[in-house]
């Protein structure tokens, strides 16, 4: 199966500036990727599919990149509601599968 | 706007079956694709399979054909039932609405979860 790789497992960055999460596949999964918010004791929230469209309410700030291998999710501005874990998810080989997660720390 | 509720047992003893159901409201199993996805500390998130309205499955291979996941649409529910059960098996099992035919894409709506217990 493919497998997810998410780097760092842990970002520790400050309100109002940048982060970058990155997930880098075991094989070309084309342009296949969704990208999933989880705040500790809720359900995952979509975020991105399809590598860089945003869902129904996903702030602009939100921003989807990648192909083939590797893949980021990248956040300006950050907000306070931001500090989540963030996990990517594949689509192109049955079983689709996720990445571990990183958790995105003040 | 579609919404789903798991329901079943927290507790299960080792080798019985967990049996899970999952409502669905706002809206119809007709005609999307639904799954099931737990999520541990060890195991992270997993896919476990997904049901179409017209009672296609597929599973993960990785769950050895202990799954059986089913579809009622007169109650607007579908369910899993996961045998033999350890451990390992101790998780929040989610379910959730695939984006598109064959489940081939994103999750969304996701139900809130249910966290099940392996123990005895």
């Known amino acids: 199966e493919v497998v997810l790789t998410q780097s760092p497992a842990t970002l520790s960055v400050s309100p109002g500036e940048r982060a970058t999460l990155s997930c880098r596949a075991s094989?070309?999964?084309?342009?296949?990727i969704s990208w999933y918010q989880q705040i500790p004791g809720q359900a995952p929230r979509l975020l991105i599919y399809?590598?860089?469209t945003r869902a129904t309410g996903t702030p602009r700030r939100f921003y989807g990149s990648g192909s083939g291998t590797e893949f980021a999710l990248t956040i300006t501005s950050l907000q306070s509601e931001d500090f989540a874990f963030y996990y990517c998810?594949?689509?192109?080989?049955?079983?689709?599968?996720f990445g571990q997660g990183t958790n995105l720390d003040i | 706007q579609v919404r789903l509720q798991e329901s079943g047992p927290g507790l299960v003893r080792p080798s019985e079956t967990l049996s899970l159901t999952c409502s669905v409201s706002?809206?119809?199993?007709?005609?999307?694709?639904w799954t099931w996805i737990r999520q541990s500390p060890t195991k992270g998130l997993e896919l476990i399979g997904y049901?179409?309205?017209?009672?296609?499955?597929n599973y993960n291979p990785s769950l050895k054909s202990r799954a059986t996941i089913s579809m009622d649409t007169s109650t607007n529910q579908f369910s899993l039932k996961l045998m033999s059960v350890t451990a390992s098996d101790t998780a929040v099992y989610y379910c959730?609405?695939?984006?598109?035919?064959?489940?081939?894409?994103?999750?969304?709506?996701w139900g809130q979860g249910t966290l099940v217990t392996v123990s005895s």
């Open positions: 959730a609405k695939c984006s598109s035919v064959d489940c081939a894409g994103w999750f969304d709506p």
């Open positions: 706002g809206g119809s199993v007709s005609p999307s694709f």
């Open positions: 049901i179409s309205y017209t009672a296609t499955v």
């Open positions: 094989e070309s999964v084309g342009g296949s």
């Open positions: 399809g590598t860089s």
């Open positions: 998810q594949q689509y192109y080989y049955w079983p689709y599968t």
